[in-house]
């Protein structure tokens, strides 16, 4: 079955990096588009980033734009959101989702059909 299975949070503070992965099987990876999504407390779920299958078309949220990347390694079926610059408000449970269809990403969060657990990332000094 489907797993996504997301690491490489923590705490860390204001203008620090971490770069999280999404462990992926189940599936052919390198067929489907890749979002990364994230949930502060209270909050509804924000898209944040996405990429095609193939990694030739990527896209950000504005407010982690120019601070955050995000890269996939199909051979090792592994997405990656490498974040710089972080700030308190990036502070969320960050997921990564597959789409539910083909590899042309979308900011759509009901076009993608699974998400891993999440890896908590918090901003704080």
């Known amino acids: 079955q489907v797993q996504l299975v997301e690491s490489g949070g923590g705490l860390v503070q204001p203008g620090g990096s971490l770069r999280l992965s999404c462990a992926a099987s189940?599936?052919?990876?390198?067929?489907?588009?890749m979002s990364w999504v994230r949930q502060a407390p209270g909050k509804g779920r924000e898209w944040v980033s996405l990429?095609?299958?193939?990694?030739?078309?990527?896209s950000y949220a504005d407010s982690v734009k120019g601070r955050f990347t995000i890269s996939r390694d199909n051979a090792k079926n592994t997405l990656y959101l490498q974040m710089n610059s972080l700030k308190p408000e990036d502070t969320a449970l960050y997921y990564c989702?597959?789409?539910?269809?083909?590899?042309?990403?979308?900011?759509?969060?009901?076009?993608?059909?699974?998400w891993g657990q999440g890896t908590q990332v918090t901003v704080s000094s």
């Open positions: 990429i095609s299958s193939h990694g030739g078309i990527t």
């Open positions: 189940g599936f052919s990876f390198s067929n489907y588009a």
């Open positions: 989702a597959k789409k539910k269809e083909g590899g042309i990403p979308t900011t759509a969060l009901y076009e993608y059909d699974y």
